[in-house]
């Protein structure tokens, strides 16, 4: 049966909302026939209908009988109408009721000039005859004798929200839910998945995440072409990672070169500063390696207690005399990984000690997320350069410019990089009194009892 529908479904988009339409346009003849059906045997069973018959056929029967016979043709009548009564009447009942009337309605009767000279002069329905009293006909004969015809039921024909007109509401509820659900699963469905996955693509990697090609053809299309690239810029990231990589051990050899040189000169300015650009070389070559790298370890994500972690990394930078503190509330833990979190802490600390004196370390639990705060009081950052410094190879004003031939605008843009890696972010705050917060949040993991 699948495969028949197959088969026979339409591949496109436009061609499935044109059977859908198709479709639901038959569900609506169909309704429209039965709602048909069904208000013809509600007309041909309904009383009152079948009533308003027997008093036209005994109305006219009296029209044309003399009126000295009227009477005894009613006593003969009466019997077979149980549900309408027939009375000859006075003007003055008819006074009484509201007097003649034009173009006045009740169900299928409407005051005026009929057939056979004879005339509709009054009507009045239940409401109008209060008390719950059936309706009520004043008919005018041919020779101005007054007729009043009495309904014994207390309702006028058939309503028109009766079963037909339920049944066909309930076709056309049927054709919108069906394509609703069309909709749902052959639109939302795969268009929500192909969103999250663009969303989502190279937050924490770039690894591709296939979507499910499913509904139809253009959205198929659609999600092919975004897997493809996926795949080409997966692609196009490992050559450049495999070509700087074997970019930096071909410099290398030359740079080792280069220094085994100068070892063998004699200690003089010169010297020192063709060291000093040797380093700076070799650490620029470093930071731009390691932020392409990051994100793309094979380092296995672990618990750390954030307490002890982050204060053997500060006790390592006061063994060469920086002076950077930890202050922390409670115990924190996070799952990372430990090589990574402790980059990406020291190229903050080590920011901060370029610029300011001293730095400070803060970590608490700022809601349902681990908060580390890196802080210095230097020269700090303008607010409308804080999100240009998060790109790589950018580098802020006069306060944090490169010193002393130092630095590759790559700090910060790698700290990110890693945060973002272990589905955490980074934000840039001004420190009260002056300086940058560098703010690193990551989600909380519950400890057990102390």
């Not at 209060?130 to 024909?157: F, H, K």
């Not at 897997?227 to 990231?237: A, E, F, H, P, T």
Request: include cysteine; proline fraction near 6%; hydrophobic fraction near 40%.
């Amino acid at each position: 049966m699948s495969s028949l529908l197959k088969i026979v479904w339409p591949d496109t988009m436009r061609h499935q909302i044109l059977v859908l339409l198709a479709a639901a346009g038959l569900f609506m003849v169909a309704a429209g026939a039965v709602a048909f059906l069904f208000a013809k045997r509600s007309y041909d069973s309904n009383s009152p209908v079948m009533n308003s018959h027997l008093v036209s056929v005994a109305v006219t029967k009296l029209n044309e009988t003399a009126a000295a016979e009227r009477l005894a043709v009613l006593e003969r009548l009466q019997p077979d109408l149980p549900d309408v009564t027939l009375d000859l009447v006075t003007e003055e009942a008819l006074a009484q009721d509201g007097g003649s009337s034009d173009g006045r309605r009740f169900g299928p009767f409407v005051t005026g000039e009929t057939l056979l000279g004879m005339r509709i002069e009054h009507v009045l329905g239940p409401r109008e005859r209060g008390g719950g009293e059936p309706p009520l006909v004043y008919i005018r004969l041919q020779d101005g004798a007054l007729l009043a015809a009495e309904w014994g039921t207390r309702a006028p024909p058939p309503p028109v929200l009766g079963p037909p007109f339920y049944l066909f509401l309930g076709f056309v509820i049927l054709s919108f839910c069906g394509l609703m659900i069309w909709a749902a699963r052959s639109l939302a469905g795969p268009l929500a998945d192909l969103a999250a996955s663009a969303r989502t693509f190279g937050e924490v990697s770039t690894d591709p995440v296939p979507v499910r090609e499913g509904g139809p053809k253009e959205v198929r299309e659609a999600a092919e072409a975004f897997n493809r690239m996926q795949l080409r810029i997966n692609d196009v990231l490992e050559k450049r990672t495999r070509m700087l990589a074997a970019v930096s051990h071909d410099l290398r050899t030359p740079l080792t070169r280069l220094r085994l040189r100068l070892d063998l000169l004699e200690e003089d300015d010169l010297r020192e500063k063709s060291l000093q650009d040797l380093n700076l070389m070799e650490q620029q070559i470093d930071s731009a390696l390691t932020f392409l790298r990051d994100g793309a370890t094979s380092e296995p994500l672990e618990r750390i207690d954030l307490p002890s972690f982050l204060q053997s990394l500060c006790d390592q930078y006061a063994d060469t005399g920086s002076l950077v503190s930890l202050r922390y509330e409670g115990r924190l833990s996070v799952m990372a990984r430990s090589t990574e979190l402790g980059r990406a802490v020291s190229n903050l600390i080590d920011n901060a000690l370029h610029y300011a004196a001293a730095a400070e370390v803060l970590t608490y639990r700022d809601g349902g997320m681990i908060r580390i705060d890196v802080v210095d009081h230097g020269p700090g950052i303008e607010a409308k350069d804080m999100s240009r410094l998060l790109e790589p190879f950018e580098r802020g004003d006069e306060a944090r410019q490169i010193r002393e031939g130092t630095g590759f605008g790559l700090g910060l843009p790698t700290a990110k990089s890693i945060v973002e890696a272990h589905g955490g972010r980074l934000e840039l705050t001004e420190t009260p009194g002056g300086g940058l917060t560098v703010c690193l949040f990551f989600q909380a993991i519950e400890d057990g009892p102390a």
